[in-house]
């Protein structure tokens, strides 16, 4: 329905990757699978709805199962949009509103976050995936970091936009043929040579390693660090400053249009913040000890990155949405306030 070099299906089909040269350049060489536990054959037409967490929970426990392996990895594909967990809608209407992984255009659903994480959890009782890959928009913020660090021992993401060409495939699995000891941390690094490769000329292009051992330190320094700022913040004078230093100064990763989230570069954060408020502030030496701790649990996390911008970047955490003529919205959405439902993340 899409591609008819391969004939004109437009079901679900699995695949088992093969490699090589054969007669012909437009024919799939890779070998067409079942797999029973999704009612998936080759002679059927069975048409599975792709933003279902049941879909990619069956799929990764079928493989498991079917090709036992020393290493597992998750590679999500396709667009995504960030950190929400909101209802599932009609995605026909702009994508920038919308934010999550996944998108069914024949089901009108995406998977959000959440249903993400729960995809992961019963596939992931015998063992954490090795590495989960974000072939994705928004896919490297600290907010996914954060729900899926219980998943997998590795997260490679790029915490703001991916050009439609995304990952460069057959410069990542050259290379990797051709290590002898491949470990998921080598594949990582891979991932983020390959994506360099392709994208060093291009603007605004980043990419991270994310181990997953020390996130959960990494979000406790940085929730203590800005609740120390947030205390600082004692007049209206403060806050427009800060408000004008985040949105000039701070890296930022956005789709521009109103509606869209902007993710802001937490290192980039960091430095700012910290050159504004240790010449404002009394206690200097708590400043710098929450500073200090912060980036070393910031050089914890990030094992390897790659960033086009000249100050570098390494991972993104939401801070606010563009209103209606490029403002900012003066309220975080409900679905970001801890506590407002279970399903929430963080």
């Not at 998921?184 to 392709?198: G, M, R």
């Not at 203590?224 to 930022?252: C, G, P, Q, T, W």
Request: with cysteine.
């Amino acid at each position: 329905g899409y591609n008819t070099s391969n004939g004109n299906w437009s079901c679900t089909k699995m695949f088992k990757l093969k490699t090589g040269k054969n007669d012909s350049d437009i024919k799939f060489i890779s070998e067409e699978i079942s797999c029973p536990e999704l009612n998936l054959y080759p002679e059927s037409e069975v048409e599975l709805d792709m933003s279902s967490n049941y879909v990619l929970e069956s799929s990764i426990s079928f493989m498991k199962k079917r090709f036992p392996a020393e290493y597992y990895g998750l590679i999500m594909w396709g667009h995504g949009t960030g950190w929400r967990n909101d209802e599932v809608v009609n995605v026909s209407s702009d994508f920038s509103t919308h934010k999550a992984y996944c998108y069914d255009l024949n089901s009108n659903s995406y998977m959000t976050l959440f249903q993400l994480s729960q995809g992961l959890l019963n596939s992931t009782m015998d063992g954490k995936l090795d590495f989960i890959g974000f072939d994705t928009c928004f896919g490297g913020e600290l907010e996914n970091a954060y729900e899926l660090k219980d998943y997998c021992k590795y997260m490679v993401g790029s915490e703001g936009l991916t050009l439609a060409s995304g990952w460069n495939y057959e410069v990542l699995f050259n290379r990797i043929n051709e290590i002898i000891d491949l470990t998921p941390l080598n594949l990582c690094n891979e991932i983020v040579y390959a994506f360099e490769n392709e994208y060093k000329k291009k603007k605004s292009a980043v990419i991270s390693v994310i181990d997953m051992f020390y996130v959960q330190s990494l979000f406790d320094s940085f929730e203590d660090y800005m609740k120390f700022l947030s205390d600082a913040i004692k007049n209206e004078l403060i806050r427009d400053e800060i408000m004008h230093i985040i949105s000039s100064e701070v890296i930022s990763y956005t789709y521009g249009a109103s509606g869209s989230d902007v993710y802001l570069d937490v290192n980039s954060l960091i430095k700012e913040t910290y050159d504004y408020f240790i010449n404002k502030i009394s206690d200097v030496i708590e400043l710098e000890t929450k500073t200090e701790t912060l980036y070393r649990s910031l050089d914890n996390a990030i094992v390897n990155s790659w960033s086009s911008l000249s100050d570098g970047s390494c991972l993104g955490v939401f801070f606010f949405v563009f209103a209606s003529g490029g403002l900012y919205s003066c309220t975080h959405p409900y679905y970001y306030i801890k506590n407002y439902s279970i399903d929430l993340i963080m």
